[in-house]
């Protein structure tokens, strides 16, 4: 493994680097050693992904190994080996995954498609047809009391052959193999082990016309109870058409978005994974069929993000503003318990309060219905699970925004404040043209990072309500509450007519531009890029 | 806050006013207590409630007892031990790895010069815009591919889980260690070196024991952050006895939730305790961490 050897170099090297470098020494022996043994593992693994087809995978670890050769045999490189295994890990479970999503959005990748072209022509090629005419066998069956089979053949020149399924064909002699005497039409007498069935027994056996005798490669299947005769390829694959044309009917299958089809729309399995361009882009835009759920899902992500943010930080703001005291009493105490929601694994909490709000035994439902009489349906009524949503995040949330905005108080000078009183400034007036202003400059990356950590909160609205309630009559399965994540985990992994990677990845494609228009604006807009060139 | 000021400046008139305000913000303190706290007391209360069941709870049930704890560490359908077993391993392991990898290349980041150092950085903080969690599909088929060659890095092992959180070992707490690393005056090292030592030995001797502070910080986040991670391990882990906590719990939540929500209220207290212990114990230095880049002093 490539990242084993790597932590015990930076001091090898470190000494080496000050020795004087022309000398080959031990240590330099035995990095070599661990680089040779490493790269032939690796050469091995890659041997393995290239024969199974995974050729992106195979090209990722191809370069990285390559990198790895480079930094650990160059001299100028050694402040990078340093940080070798962080590098590699990221680029084989950061990078690479973000890569390959790309690539797979540009594909028909999924149920149906999962293996190469090379793969699915194979295994289609291996199907075979019994041939009305051609080459023949005449046969007479033998049965072994525990219901196995073996046909004796014989061609039009008399020759006699013993076929057994999956063995392949023997022409045995009189005493060979247990075959006994041949009667007069060349026809073995007695095989051990077996009986003769006469014609009208093996005409008449259920089980005889579906076995194919002889090696799997050539096989030999009863046409008639006169006929025997071997199955032949039904696919013959035309690579100037990229068409696989049947043998038995003539019919032209051709390669459409990865799926051999024909005219009259019959399609082989399995199809393969091809390149569809930008078609996923395209449904994902304009298809019809999915243009309502996805504009409804795509509307509540934003105002998910946009009111969990805004209800968040409200709640966070007043309790900051409110106990930024020094002399408050017990405020250590009122803040270890307020951050306590902060500190409970947030999948727990939402777990919790799916008990709490669950209609008629919860306890949140029992409590309203026994004072007002009635309890909001909080799973299957839309907009009051939406609320619950919101309600869960704030519980979830306003905690750390507390924290921030505490911090970022205690920083804004009271000079401000002193000089608005001066000039007559009421309580509102100080709020909004100082508090917030210059509070906004502090946590405001902040903000946006929290923007974009709901915009994409899974978690919270997988676990409570799986996306739900559903909404009806869409093509694939869509919840009121869903959000652009949970939406594609559920085209990955749980749609019930079929995964769908290409789709899935299209649409991570499509938020990864949104999220990243938005991180965009927050470099912007804070000059965070700047600041980060000055500092490196 | 204005309130505050103008207490300051007519603090003998006002000193009545001022104890009121106290007393109407120690009320509002109590109410958001109480909505900070009430869903953690319902399930302690759920925890002890013998019946078990959603519909016949009450805040104080009516024979407590450890009734949910005992179904729940000896049920052979759930193994609830060997979940926490596996998180908290999981967790452990992942952020010591983390950690070294992350102090290790902060430090050359810090240190050394060289070629391809802005624009790493720069790469390194671009990469967190694509949130990890958009490409679960891209790691699942990956992991899934690997485990056709390599088995023990397959899907349904720690060893896959563990290399996933790590591939993010290079993420944003380079900045933090890097940030802290530089705050830490050159002379040190330079004098070090002209006693002859190496850059590995000026690491580990002097640097390290001062960088303990952010190592806390960044170890229990990390810490925290792994144990509490759902939808990776989610898809990556199918068998039950190879779950971690939150997923095992999630999939007991999943079915008969209403029957099973005693012990269910023991587990998720169980699986809570040990990261609300690390919070409330270290609350300052978290929120130092969080807060990092919130308040420029």
Not at chain 2, 122 to 141: D, G, R, S, Y
Not at chain 2, 279 to 296: E, H, P, R
């Amino acid at each position: 493994m490539p990242d084993r050897a790597s932590p015990q170099t930076p001091k090898t090297k470190a000494t080496s680097a000050r020795a004087s470098s022309s000398t080959i020494t031990l240590p330099h022996l035995v990095r070599l050693a661990i680089l040779i043994a490493m790269d032939a593992s690796a050469v091995w693994i890659l041997n393995r992904f290239f024969s199974l087809g995974y050729y992106p995978l195979a090209a990722a670890t191809l370069l990285i190994l390559i990198f790895v050769n480079i930094i650990l045999l160059h001299r100028e490189t050694y402040p990078i080996r340093w940080m070798l295994v962080g590098l590699v890990l990221m680029a084989m479970f950061t990078i690479y995954p973000i890569i390959f999503t790309t690539w797979v959005s540009f594909t028909n990748y999924g149920e149906g498609h999962l293996i190469t072209k090379e793969q699915a022509i194979e295994q289609i090629l291996k199907e075979k047809y019994l041939p009305e005419t051609g080459k023949a066998y005449t046969w007479t069956a033998f049965k072994s009391p525990e219901g196995d089979y073996v046909l004796w053949l014989q061609n039009v020149d008399g020759d006699g052959f013993l076929a057994a399924p999956g063995e392949s064909l023997t022409q045995p002699q009189p005493g060979e193999s247990g075959v006994g005497e041949f009667d007069s039409k060349g026809i073995p007498e007695t095989i051990e082990g077996y009986k003769r069935l006469n014609a009208i027994l093996a005409a008449t056996d259920q089980n005889l016309t579906q076995i194919q005798f002889g090696e799997i490669a050539n096989s030999i299947q009863i046409r008639s109870p006169k006929e025997a005769s071997e199955l032949l390829p039904l696919y013959n694959y035309d690579l100037g058409q990229d068409a696989m044309i049947s043998q038995e009917t003539g019919a032209i299958y051709r390669n459409i978005r990865g799926t051999f089809s024909s005219q009259d729309g019959t399609q082989l399995r399995p199809g393969f994974v091809a390149s569809i361009q930008f078609a996923n882009f395209r449904e994902f835009f304009v298809s019809p069929a999915l243009r309502g759920p996805l504009l409804r899902i795509i509307t509540w992500n934003f105002a998910f993000a946009l009111f969990s943010l805004l209800l968040n930080f409200a709640l966070g703001l007043a309790i900051a503003i409110l106990f930024n005291d020094q002399n408050f009493p017990l405020k250590k105490l009122i803040r270890s318990l307020l951050i306590v929601p902060y500190t409970v694994p947030a999948l727990l909490t939402i777990l919790i309060w799916r008990g709490m709000l669950n209609p008629e035994l919860g306890v949140i439902s029992r409590g309203l219905e026994n004072l007002f009489g009635w309890s909001p349906s909080w799973f299957t009524d839309q907009w009051w699970a939406k609320v619950a949503v919101l309600l869960i995040n704030l519980w979830l949330s306003y905690p750390y925004f507390m924290l921030i905005c505490s911090g970022a108080l205690q920083s804004i000078s009271q000079d401000y404040y002193a000089a608005a009183q001066v000039d007559g400034a009421n309580i509102w007036q100080q709020f909004w043209q100082i508090t917030l202003p210059l509070l906004l400059v502090a946590v405001g990356p902040l903000l946006i990072a929290s923007f974009v950590f709901n915009f994409n909160n899974f978690n919270l609205i997988y676990i409570f309500n799986a996306g739900g309630p559903p909404m009806a009559g869409t093509p694939t399965p869509a919840g009121h509450t869903d959000i652009l994540i949970s939406y594609v985990y559920n085209l990955a992994f749980t749609a019930s007519r079929g995964v769908n990677y290409g789709f899935a990845a299209a649409i991570t494609i499509v938020i990864f531009f949104i999220v990243g228009a938005i991180t965009l604006f927050q470099f912007r807009y804070t000059n965070m890029w700047e600041e980060v060139s000055e500092n490196v | 806050m204005s309130s505050m000021t103008s207490v300051k400046r007519m603090r003998t008139s006002i000193k009545a006013q001022y104890n009121v305000s106290i007393g109407i913000r120690l009320i509002i303190a109590l109410l958001l207590i109480v909505f900070s706290i009430f869903p953690i007391l319902w399930v302690v209360s759920a925890s002890l409630n013998p019946t078990g069941s959603l519909a016949t709870q009450k805040l104080i049930p009516d024979n407590p007892g450890l009734e949910n704890f005992r179904i729940l560490m000896t049920s052979g359908q759930f193994p609830f031990w060997r979940w926490f077993g596996n998180s908290l391993k999981i967790a452990t392991i992942t952020s010591v790895l983390s950690l070294s990898i992350t102090t290790i290349a902060g430090y050359a980041f810090s240190r050394f010069r060289f070629r391809g150092r802005q624009t790493m950085l720069k790469l390194i903080l671009l990469i967190q815009v694509f949130p990890a969690l958009l490409a679960l599909v891209a790691t699942f088929l990956m992991i899934s591919q690997l485990g056709d060659v390599l088995p023990a890095i397959g899907l349904n092992t720690h060893a896959s889980l563990i290399l996933v959180y790590l591939g993010g070992a290079m993420g944003i707490n380079i900045w933090l260690m890097k940030g802290f690393l530089d705050t830490i005056p050159r002379d040190i090292d330079e004098s070090a070196m002209v006693e002859g030592a190496t850059d590995w030995q000026i690491f580990t001797r002097l640097i390290l024991p001062l960088l303990r502070p952010i190592l806390i910080v960044i170890s229990i986040l990390n810490y925290i952050g792994t144990y509490g991670e759902f939808i990776l391990a989610r898809v990556l882990l199918k068998s039950s006895e190879q779950y971690t906590l939150m997923v095992g719990l999630q999939v007991f939540a999943g079915a008969q939730f209403n029957q099973r929500w005693g012990v269910f209220a023991a587990g998720a207290l169980i699986g809570a305790l040990p990261i609300m212990i690390i919070y409330l114990a270290l609350q300052d230095q978290i929120v130092g961490g969080l807060t990092q880049g919130a308040v420029k002093e």
